[in-house]
C-alpha cells in the first residue's frame, strides 16, 4: 500500500489576536499536484512553513507520509524525502553555481551529482558564474534544482517561477509535470492562475485563514454559475442587458463580453434581436474570474459574521 505524502487536519495557528490559519483540512496523494492559492495575507506560507515544522501550530494534526508529526521535529529520514524551495530563497552570493550544486548534493545520500543538479537547473554555460551575479530568474532555475537535489518524494514550491520569462516559466512547468509522471507529488503557490491551471490536479483557496474551495480547476470553475459569451453586435447596451439570463455586460472597443446564468438562451435570444452577430464564441468562467469571486464572497462573509 502507498504512503499518503500529507495530510493536514483541523489545523489552527494565531499570532496574538490575528488568527492566521483556522481549522485547515488538506490532503494529498502519490503523483499529484496541489496548488494552494489566496490572496496576500491568505496564510498561505505559515501553511507550509507548519507542515515543514518551521513554525508551531496551536491545534491540528499534520502527517507525513503516514507518520503523525509532533511539533516542529522532523527526523533525518523524513527530511530527505522532502524537497523545498521558498519564496524567499537565498545563497551565498560567492559560491559559484557549481559549487553551490556540489554542497547541496553533499547533503543527501543516492541525490543527484552537482553536475546533474547544474544541468536540470539548464546553467551549464553559468556553472563558473557566481551565485550573486546571476539574473532572478536563474536564481530561480538553480533553487527549484537544489530542491530536487536529494530525489524527494515529496516536494514545495512556493512561488517557483517569479522573476521567470515566458521562456523559463514553461520550460519549469515541463519539468513540474516530469516529477508527477515520476510519482512525485507537488505542493505549489503560485500568483500566476494560468499556472495553478497548467499544473494542478487540484486546487485548495485560501481566504484569510480558511479553505473556501477545493476541487479540479475545472470543478472551481463550474462553481460559478455563468457562462462567458463574446462576440460583435450591433445590439444596445440596454438590449443586450435585456436578453434572457444576461447578468452583467462590458465592451472592449465594439467586441462585446456578456455574463449569463443560462448561456443558451442569451445565445438564442441574442440571434433572433440581431442577425448580424459575428465572431459568436461561449466559453466558461476563467480561474481568475472564479478564484476572485470565491476570494470576495469569503471575505464579505467573513466580516458579515464579524
Known amino acids: 500500500m502507498k504512503l499518503q505524502p500529507l495530510n493536514v487536519t483541523g489545523l489552527t495557528k494565531r499570532y496574538g489576536a490575528n488568527t492566521v490559519l483556522a481549522g485547515v483540512d488538506i490532503s494529498l496523494a502519490g503523483g499529484e499536484v496541489l496548488c494552494i492559492l489566496g490572496p496576500n495575507g491568505a496564510g498561505k506560507t505559515t501553511l507550509i512553513s507548519a507542515i515543514l515544522g518551521l513554525v508551531a501550530t496551536d491545534s491540528g494534526e499534520i502527517t507525513l507520509f503516514d507518520q503523525l508529526q509532533s511539533g516542529c521535529q522532523r527526523s533525518t529520514a523524513l527530511r530527505q524525502q522532502l524537497g523545498v524551495m521558498m519564496q524567499i530563497g537565498s545563497l551565498s552570493a560567492n559560491l559559484t553555481v557549481f559549487e553551490q550544486c556540489d554542497l547541496f548534493s553533499s547533503y543527501y545520500e543516492g541525490g543527484y551529482s552537482a553536475a546533474e543538479l547544474v544541468k536540470l537547473a539548464g546553467l551549464e554555460q553559468y556553472s563558473r558564474q557566481r551565485f550573486g551575479r546571476l539574473s532572478g530568474g536563474q536564481k530561480q ?48 503557490t503560485t500568483h500566476y492562475l494560468e499556472e495553478a491551471e497548467q499544473l494542478a490536479d487540484r486546487i485548495t483557496v485560501l481566504s484569510q485563514g480558511v479553505v473556501v474551495a477545493n476541487g479540479s480547476p475545472a470543478e472551481l470553475k463550474a ?84
Open 141 to 188: 532555475r538553480l533553487l527549484f534544482a537544489l530542491a530536487l537535489a536529494g530525489k524527494p518524494k515529496l516536494v514545495f514550491l512556493d512561488e517557483p517561477t517569479l522573476g521567470m520569462d515566458v521562456e523559463a516559466r514553461r520550460a519549469l512547468w515541463q519539468q513540474v509535470q516530469q516529477l508527477k509522471q515520476q510519482g512525485i507529488s507537488v505542493v505549489l
Open 223 to 306: 462553481l460559478m454559475q455563468y457562462k462567458v459569451i463574446s462576440c460583435y453586435s450591433a445590439l444596445s447596451d440596454n438590449a443586450l442587458l435585456a436578453l434572457p439570463a444576461v447578468l452583467q455586460l462590458s465592451r472592449d472597443k465594439d467586441r462585446i463580453t456578456l455574463h449569463s446564468s443560462h448561456a443558451e438562451q442569451s445565445v438564442k435570444a441574442l440571434l433572433l434581436a440581431d442577425d448580424s452577430v459575428s465572431q459568436l464564441e461561449v466559453r466558461p468562467v476563467a480561474l481568475e474570474q472564479a478564484f476572485l469571486q470565491l476570494t470576495h464572497n469569503s471575505s464579505t462573509q467573513q466580516e458579515q459574521a464579524a
